[in-house]
C-alpha cells in the first residue's frame, strides 16, 4: 500500500530530477519552442516541494491535489495547466479520505488523469507532446513501476521522428521533425521518480 | 550573456519594480504580479485584462491606462502567465460591467485563461474572452495549435479599450474585439535570434547571411530558412503573405513593428518598402503605426500585420489613448 | 549583415520615405533631408532646429512636432549633416522670431552648425546655438573634444521646445537650453557593438563577459572595458559616475535609456537599480523615463541622464508634446 | 605651370583612391572612431567629379573652390567642413583668374588652406588628426611633389603611437594609442593624388 509518504517522495525526487535535467529541457525546448521548459518545471515542482513541507497533506490525494494547485499557479505556459491537471485529477480521484492506496487504484487514478490532461489539451499519442511518454507508462504501469518508467521513456525518445500536431512545435510543420519533444522527455522524468520512490 | 540583468530568476520582478518607479499612472502589483491602471475599476466600464510571457514589452504592461487595457497579467519571460494572476487582475478592475479577457492564441494562453475564466465566474465576475489569432506564417488546421496571436494584438487591445472606454456593454466590446482580430493577419521576419534570460544563448541559430520566413514572437524559429533579403524583397514576401490570406477592400491599419534589436531607422526603411507594395497591391491604408510594439526580446526582424477598418473601427483605433507605450489624441 | 536594409547607400532616404509615410503630421523632404513640423513657420514662435548623424532614432526626427523641435536634418549614419540642410530648416521654419540650433558636442555637427550659422545669418536669419555636452565619460580638458552631447539632448530638445511654444523669446530659449545642458549629465554602458552599415560588421569586438564603460553613442568604444556586471552594479557605476559630476539637490528628470538591442524588460529592471542607487545617495526624482530614445543602431547597452530641475524647468518638460517620439498631455 | 587641367586630375584622382581605399579607410576609424570615414569621403569626392565634370570650371581656383563646396554640402561629418575649407581657402587663395599657377603659388595657397584647416579645427600637428600628415607635405612640397607624397605618409603612419587630443578618437583617451588616425590616412592619399597628377 502507498501512503502520503510515498507521494511526497514521487514529487521530492520529481523536483530533484526536474534540478538536474533543467538545461536539458530547456534545450530541447529551444529549436522547437520558446526554450523555458526546464525552468518552467523548476520554478512549479520547487514550489510543490515547499507546499509539501508547509502544509504536510496527511494523504496521498491531498499530497497530489496540493501539488497540483501549485504548478498550476507557479509553472503557466502550456506544461503547467497540463501537469497540473495530470496531478489534481490523479489526487482527486483518489479522494482526500483514504490514508493508503493500492497500485491498482493508483493506476485508474493516474488514467484518470493522463485523460483530463489528452481533454485540456485536445492530444493524442503521436502528436509530438507528454502523452507520447504519459499514456505508454499508464499502460505498462499493470506490470511495474520500472516498466512503467521505461515505457515513459522509450515513449519520449519515439517523439524525435513524429511531426507535431499540438503545442508551440507545431508552428514547425515539417522542421518539428527529428527534435526531441521536451514535455515528453520531462513526463519521463515524472514517472522514473515515480519509480525511484517506490524504489525505496 | 549579454544581458543588461541580476540574475534570470528576477528579470520580471525587476522589471515590474522598474516599471513602477517610472508609471506612477499604473499600480504594479510586483510580487502578485499584475499592473493595473490606478483608477479602475472604472464605475460602469468594461474592463480588459491582456497578459502573457514577458519579453514583448511594450506589450501588453505598458499598454495598460486610459482607452485600452485595464490590467495587464506578466507571465514569465516567454511564459504565459497563471491564472491566479488573471483572477487577481480580473478582480481588481471589474466594475460589475463585467471583464473581456484578450488572449494570444498560444496553447498555456489559452490554457492559463480558460482556468482563469472559470475561477473569476465562481468568484462571481461575468468574464468574456477573445482569441487573437492573426499570424498567417502557421496554418490554421488540425495539425497545428491554429494561427499564433502576435501584432494584431495591439489593434484588438486599442480598438475593444476605446469600445469600453466609450462605456460599450460586455458583448459589444467582445464582438468588436473578435471583429478586429478577423480583420487582421500578420507576418514576421527574423534576422536574427533571441536569447532568453533562462538559456543565455540564441534560441536558434541563424548561419550569416540566412535569415526566417514566417516567425514567432517567442524565438521559435519560423518555417523557412533563406538566404539573406534586402528590405524590398522582405517587404514584398511579407505584404504578399498577409495578402494571401486576406483581401482588403476597406482601407487598412498597418503596423510595421519591430522585433526588439532592429533599430528605427531599418524599420522606417522599411516601412517604406510596405508602402509600396501595398500601393502597388492596391490596398488603400488608412494609418500607418512604426516601431517595437509586439517584441520579442533582443530578436532582430520585423512583422508587418494589416487590420481591415470600417469607419467605426477607424474611429475607436483614432480615440484617445493614454498608456506607457501607446499615446494619442485628448 | 543582418540588416533590414536594401543597400547601405540608401539607409537614410529609405527611412525618411517610411516616415513620410507614417507620419502625416510632419514634412518629410526626402531629397533636400530636412523634417519640418506641418505647421510651420508658426507666427511669432522661436524655431527649433536640432539635427545630427542618423542612427539615434528617435533622436532627432521623431522629436518633431508642437512642444519641441520645429525641424531636424538627418545626416548620414552617424555622421554629421551639412550646413545645407540646417539652413534650409532653418529658413522653413523661422517666423522672424529665430531660430535655435541644438548641437551636440562632437567635432563634425559643432562645425557643420558653425557654417550653418554663418550662411543661415547672411540669409536674414537670427540665430542662436546650444551645445549639449552632458556626457561625463569624456573629460572636458584640452585633451579632449570636450563633453559628448547624449541624453541631455532629449530634455534640451523638451524643454526649450516648451518655452518657444509658449513663446518666450529667442534670447530666453536660449538661455534656457543652456541651462537644461548644465544641469544635466550622463554615463553609458555597452553590452554589445553596433553595427553600421557602411562598416556591415560590428564597430568593435567585445569578447563575450565584457562590456564597454562610459560608451559613446556612435559605435566609438567607451573609455574602460570590464567583466560583465549585473545590472545592479552597473546602476551603481552609472549613478557614482553622473554623481561624481553634479551634486543635484534639486529633485532631478532621470532619463534611463536604452541604446537600441537592450529589451524594454530588461531597461525597466535597470531603472529599478538605478532608482535604487539614487535613493542610496539621497537624490530627489521628480520624473522617470524610460525606453529607447538616443539610440545607437543595434547597439547592446543604456544609459543614464540626470537633468537638476526647479520649478519652472519641471514645468516647461511636464508641458504638452505631441511629437512621433513623445508625446504626453493636453 | 599648373593648369585647371592639372587640379581636375588631382581631384578625379583622389576619388579613385579615396574609392579604392575607403574600406580601409572605414575599418581604421572603427577602433577610434565611428566608422564612416571611407564612406564620408567617398560620397565627398564622388559628388567632386561630378560637378567637375558638370560645371567644367575654367581655371586652377575655381576648380578647388568648387571641389571644397562639395565637400562641404556633401560630406558632413567632421572630415566634411576640414578638407571642404582645405580646398575652399586654397582655391581662394589662388583666386578665379589665373588660368595656370606656379608651383610655388600653389604652395603658398596650399599653405594657407592648412592653415585655416587648424583654425577651424582647433587642431595642431601632433594632435593625431590630418595635420600629421598635411603639415609635414607642404613643407616637402617646395623640394617635389613625391617628396610630399612621402612625407604625409611618414606623417600618418607616425599618428599610430600618438594620444589624440582633437575629434573622436580623443574620447578614448590612453585607448586611442596604437592606432594609425583615418583622417592622416585620407590625407595622404590626397597628397598622393597631387603627385600623380603632377606625374603624368
Ligand atoms: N495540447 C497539448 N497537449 C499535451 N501536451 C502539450 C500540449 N501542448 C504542449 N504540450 C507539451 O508541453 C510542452 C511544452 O511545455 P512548456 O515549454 O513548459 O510550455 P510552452 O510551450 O507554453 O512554452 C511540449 O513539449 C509538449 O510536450
Ligand atoms: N579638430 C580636428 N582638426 C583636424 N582634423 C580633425 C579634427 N577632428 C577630426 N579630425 C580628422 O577627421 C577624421 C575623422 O573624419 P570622419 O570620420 O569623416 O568624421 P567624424 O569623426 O565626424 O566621423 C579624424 O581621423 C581626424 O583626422
Ligand atoms: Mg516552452
Ligand atoms: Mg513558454
Ligand atoms: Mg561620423
Ligand atoms: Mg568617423
Not at chain 1, 538545461?23 to 523555458?36: C, F, K
Request: hydrophobic share 45%.
Amino acid at each position: 500500500m502507498l501512503d502520503a509518504d510515498f507521494f511526497r517522495r514521487w514529487m521530492t525526487a520529481a523536483a530533484a530530477a526536474v534540478d538536474r535535467e533543467a538545461e536539458r529541457l530547456t534545450a530541447l525546448d529551444s529549436p522547437i519552442g520558446d526554450a523555458d521548459h526546464g525552468s518552467n518545471l523548476q520554478r512549479g515542482f520547487a514550489a510543490v516541494v515547499a507546499a509539501l513541507e508547509k502544509e504536510a497533506p496527511a494523504t496521498p490525494g491531498a499530497v497530489l491535489q496540493l501539488a497540483g494547485r501549485q504548478l498550476i499557479s507557479t509553472v503557466g505556459g502550456a506544461s503547467g495547466p497540463l501537469y497540473g491537471t495530470l496531478l489534481r485529477r490523479t489526487g482527486k480521484t483518489l479522494g482526500t479520505d483514504a490514508a493508503e492506496v493500492g497500485e491498482e487504484r493508483l493506476r485508474e487514478a493516474l488514467r484518470a488523469g493522463v485523460a483530463a490532461v489528452a481533454t485540456l489539451g485536445g492530444a493524442a499519442p503521436g502528436d509530438k507532446t507528454m502523452l507520447d511518454a504519459l499514456v505508454p507508462a499508464v499502460d505498462a504501469l499493470g506490470e511495474s513501476f520500472a516498466a512503467a518508467a521505461d515505457a515513459a521513456e522509450r515513449g519520449a525518445e519515439a517523439t524525435t521522428p513524429l511531426r507535431a500536431r499540438k503545442g508551440r512545435a507545431s508552428y514547425l510543420g515539417e522542421r518539428s521533425v527529428g527534435h526531441r519533444d521536451p514535455g515528453a522527455t520531462s513526463a519521463a522524468l515524472l514517472v522514473a521518480a515515480l519509480a525511484e520512490a517506490a524504489d525505496v | 550573456m549579454r544581458m543588461l540583468i541580476n540574475v534570470p530568476e528576477t528579470v520580471v520582478a525587476d522589471a515590474l519594480r522598474g516599471m513602477a518607479a517610472a508609471h506612477p499612472e499604473l499600480i504594479v502589483d510586483v510580487e502578485n504580479r499584475v499592473i493595473v491602471r490606478r483608477d479602475a475599476p472604472v464605475d460602469g466600464k468594461v474592463a480588459l485584462v491582456s497578459g502573457g510571457g514577458s519579453g514583448h514589452e511594450p506589450l501588453h504592461g505598458c499598454f495598460v491606462g486610459p482607452g485600452m487595457l485595464s490590467a495587464a497579467c506578466p507571465g514569465e519571460v516567454f511564459t504565459s502567465p497563471v491564472p491566479d494572476q488573471m483572477v487577481r487582475a480580473a478582480a481588481a478592475v471589474d466594475s460589475g460591467a463585467g471583464v473581456l479577457f484578450v488572449v494570444k492564441n498560444y496553447t498555456g494562453d489559452v490554457l492559463n485563461f480558460d482556468m482563469a475564466v472559470e475561477l473569476a465566474e465562481d468568484e462571481g465576475i461575468q468574464v468574456a474572452k477573445v482569441l487573437v489569432d492573426d499570424d498567417v506564417a502557421v496554418s490554421d488546421s488540425l495539425y497545428t495549435a491554429g494561427r499564433r496571436g502576435t501584432g494584431a494584438t495591439l489593434f484588438v487591445e486599442k480598438i475593444a479599450g476605446a469600445a469600453a472606454e466609450e462605456g460599450r456593454p460586455l458583448e459589444q466590446v467582445e464582438s468588436l474585439a473578435r471583429k478586429v482580430n478577423d480583420n487582421s493577419r500578420s507576418f514576421g521576419v527574423a534576422l536574427d535570434a533571441c536569447t532568453t534570460p533562462a538559456k543565455g544563448s540564441p534560441t536558434f541559430d541563424l548561419p550569416a547571411g540566412e535569415l526566417e520566413l514566417g516567425v514567432g514572437i517567442h524565438g521559435e524559429p519560423g518555417r523557412e530558412r533563406r538566404a539573406m533579403m534586402t528590405s524590398r524583397e522582405i517587404a514584398d514576401f511579407s505584404v504578399d503573405a498577409v495578402l494571401e490570406d486576406m483581401n482588403p477592400r476597406n482601407p487598412v491599419l498597418v503596423l510595421v513593428n519591430g522585433m526588439g534589436a532592429t533599430p528605427l531607422l531599418e524599420l522606417y526603411g522599411f516601412n517604406a518598402e510596405v508602402q509600396r507594395r501595398l500601393a502597388e497591391r492596391g490596398v488603400p491604408v488608412a494609418r500607418v503605426l512604426v516601431g517595437n510594439y509586439v517584441t520579442s526580446l533582443d530578436m532582430a526582424g520585423a512583422s508587418v500585420t494589416l487590420c481591415q477598418v470600417d469607419e467605426e473601427l477607424l474611429r475607436l483605433y483614432d480615440a484617445p489613448v493614454r498608456t506607457p507605450g501607446l499615446r494619442w489624441g485628448g
